[in-house]
């Protein structure tokens, strides 16, 4: 008989968590003012709100905790850290910050100035808060595939050669500091950029002498689909797959609380040495001295740690393996989630699962609020809400897509718990067509209005 998949860990500690009665979930959102970032943690069952810092680290990575070491400059945790970057990315030179943000924050300080472009592939939320912050313009060039959620293409976060190739010939090279590509694009839902399309991406920026840095916060994952989607690369080790990427790179921001499996943590590494000198300024203005950047030294060797085991096949098979049995569960019941399944999340497309609810009405917000009410699960609204209203005239911007995105912590759930996520929306879905009324905004922020905003059912 065929030996099936399973995990390469077994579990040492466990956390517990508590089911309520559906009376007790529709208390408590109604309390929340039906807003799923107002609910605590001990109201949830099972939290897919984000995979970001809610992984859990292995016994190495705790034990490394316990060496850390806390000195304020040179302490041993920054070495071990910069062997690992070194060793897996290929960076001679990396500044430590508090999170994926502050790196950015860092890096755009020293190189995006007013009026600047930022060519990309959908760039982040917090990627591109940065850039307009400081008066720049990010510029999507993904490929035009990327937006059809029903349409198979192995490589959905790619950039599109002659969308970037048109940006980069329009504005002189001084007025582009960089091209950032994101691995996976997180905003196309967990979509994986080829290897191909970053050589040629990196070949084109040289054409033009033009940097390319990479938000890497899923990196890993990224390479996980070149070795099992891209021809040439089934036999090469994702720690080789991972080193031929940065090859077409200049520079990357990190996010560690994806794939460095750690709680908290990021950094900027560059291959040049002008671009490190350029950024440690800031990095000790906002983040703190060159050899912490607002780390602790625990959190520094645990992450040394946590790329190490990000770059393993065998992790990395559990991990999409985990994602992938939950889409495929959606799938077999019918329920209409983007296609291919991505990396660290599903996204359910609530305007295909909710026909009846009207989009003023906020469709995806609707469905998150069912399905948390259902079976005490939190997946988080990317749609109306989250798209924030036009700045000029007030008015809500409707996105193209109401998503529901359910992302996976790593190593955190089980497979059942992703059967009984399953088995909710699917109890949703069989009552679909008596779900008709939506909600209405009571109060909200001027912007990033959906972590505070306050609703009333309709
Ligand atoms: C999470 C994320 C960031 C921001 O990182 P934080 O650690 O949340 O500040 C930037 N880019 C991408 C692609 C991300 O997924």
Redesign the pocket.
């Known amino acids: 008989m065929h030996l099936p998949f399973a995990e390469n860990y077994r579990i040492k500690m466990v956390e517990p968590i508590r089911k309520s009665t559906r009376e007790e979930r529709k208390r408590w959102i109604r309390e929340a003012r039906y807003n799923l970032f107002n609910l605590r943690s001990d109201q949830v069952f099972v939290d897919l709100l984000?995979d970001?810092?809610t992984g859990a680290m292995s016994d190495q990575q705790w034990a490394a905790v316990m060496t850390g070491d806390e000195s304020y400059a040179g302490s041993s945790s920054y070495f071990n850290l910069q062997d690992s970057i070194k060793r897996i990315l290929g960076f001679d030179h990396f500044l430590p910050t508090?999170?994926?943000?502050?790196?950015?924050n860092v890096l755009f300080s020293a190189l995006v100035k007013d009026g600047d472009i930022v060519p990309g592939n959908s760039?982040?939320?917090?990627?591109k808060g940065h850039i307009e912050f400081r008066h720049a313009k990010a510029i999507d060039c993904t490929i035009d595939e990327a937006f059809d959620t029903t349409l198979d293409h192995p490589f959905k976060g790619n950039i599109d050669l002659v969308k970037l190739e048109m940006v980069l010939s329009t504005y002189p090279k001084e007025q582009i500091p960089m091209i950032i590509v994101?691995?996976?694009?997180?905003?196309s839902g967990g979509q994986p950029v080829s290897m191909k399309n970053l050589r040629e991406v990196y070949a084109l920026a040289q054409k033009y002498g033009i940097k390319v840095i990479f938000?890497?916060?899923?990196f890993a994952e990224n390479a996980y689909f070149i070795k099992t989607r891209e021809e040439g690369y089934k036999e090469k080790s994702i720690k080789e797959i991972v080193r031929e990427m940065y090859s077409y790179s200049d520079g990357m921001?990190?996010?560690?609380?994806?794939d460095g499996i750690v709680n908290?943590?990021?950094f900027i590494a560059f291959r040049d040495e002008e671009t490190y000198k350029k950024c440690t300024m800031f990095n000790i203005l906002f983040e703190g001295f060159i050899t912490y950047g607002g780390m602790a030294g625990r959190d520094m060797n645990a992450l040394a740690v946590g790329l190490d085991e990000a770059t393993e096949m065998d992790y990395l098979e559990a991990r999409i393996g985990q994602v992938r049995h939950l889409g495929e569960k959606l799938l077999s019941y019918g329920i209409p989630i983007q296609y291919p399944i991505g990396g660290?999340a599903i996204f359910v497309d609530a305007k295909k699962f909710l026909p009846h609810v009207p989009r003023e009405e906020y469709i995806a917000q609707t469905l998150a609020i069912e399905l948390y009410i259902e079976a005490g699960v939190r997946g988080v609204e990317i749609g109306t809400i989250l798209a924030d209203r036009d700045p000029d005239t007030r008015v809500n911007r409707y996105p193209d897509l109401e998503l529901v995105r359910l992302a996976i912590p790593r190593r955190t759930y089980t497979n059942n718990h992703m059967d009984y996520v399953a088995a909710g929306l699917k109890n949703v879905f069989d009552r679909r067509d008596q779900i008709k009324n939506g909600f209405k905004i009571v109060r909200e922020a001027p912007i990033l209005r959906h972590f505070t905003v306050e609703l009333d059912k309709l």
């Open positions: 984000t970001s810092g508090h999170q994926g943000r502050a790196a950015e760039h982040f939320d917090t990627t994101t691995v996976t694009c997180n905003t938000d890497s916060a899923r921001t990190m996010s560690s609380k994806k908290i943590g990021g660290h």
